[in-house]
């Protein structure tokens, strides 16, 4: 069963402009993670964002954590045509430290 | 390193066939973990293993499903009897300790069974 669900399903944006993808989830986490996946490819580690943790940068991408409300943003910035992919938060439980329960993915396409 | 390696890529079988997927993981980490992706139901895990031992094979949807890892470098997942509904994306993945790590996924091996 998925944990979480992705907001939006499906986004479409032009070259250069920004990307946010938002993530909610059930249960208390230990730490969240976004990975992308290319059309007919294996899941990319993007970023991981602990449970303590509000904020974390990687490059291009910004991960807010709000723990209160049980949700987080993937922001992509400056985007590019390839960044097309789907992205998905997955989250890990305080209770089970292996087990990555994935949502259903944001669809993302960047129009050149 | 060559990332998490996948034989085959690709399997169209029959149904009643048994089908073997293969996975390599990356060196030096010791837990692997075998998913399956689908349209109707996303990714779903179907079994863990640690330092070579399955820790959790809860995700397993039934007895036709069978896995293992004879060695560190090395695991199979095992379809006998086949069944259309089992045609899906299944993912290699593994991650250093297991324990809160990222994982690396392999390539997938995407199987059709008609």
């Known amino acids: 069963s998925q944990q979480g669900e992705e907001d939006p399903q499906a986004l479409s944006i032009q070259e250069g402009e920004n990307a946010t993808m938002n993530c909610s989830y059930k249960?208390?986490?230990?730490?969240l993670q976004w990975y992308r996946q290319n059309s007919g490819r294996g899941l990319v580690h993007l970023i991981l964002i602990r449970s303590n943790e509000r904020e974390k940068h990687s490059g291009r991408l910004r991960v807010t954590l709000d723990t209160s409300k049980k949700s987080s943003s993937l922001l992509i910035t400056a985007s590019r045509a390839a960044d097309t992919a789907s992205y998905f938060c997955a989250t890990t439980g305080r209770d089970s430290s292996y087990k990555l329960i994935f949502g259903s993915g944001t669809r993302l396409l960047v129009r050149p | 390193d060559a990332g998490v390696i996948q034989s085959p890529r690709h399997e169209v079988t029959e149904m009643g066939q048994e089908v073997t997927l293969r996975c390599k993981p990356i060196s030096g980490h010791n837990s692997l973990f075998w998913y399956r992706q689908t349209m109707m139901r996303g990714l779903e895990l179907l079994i863990y293993?640690?330092?070579?031992?399955?820790?959790?094979d809860s995700g397993m949807p039934e007895d036709r499903f069978s896995a293992k890892m004879p060695n560190a470098s090395f695991s199979t997942l095992k379809i006998q009897p086949s069944e259309p509904r089992d045609s899906a994306v299944y993912f290699c993945a593994s991650s250093p300790t297991g324990s809160w790590d990222e994982q690396y996924f392999g390539p997938g091996t995407r199987l059709t069974v008609t």
């Open positions: 249960t208390s986490i230990n730490n």
């Open positions: 293993f640690n330092n070579n031992v399955p820790i959790d």
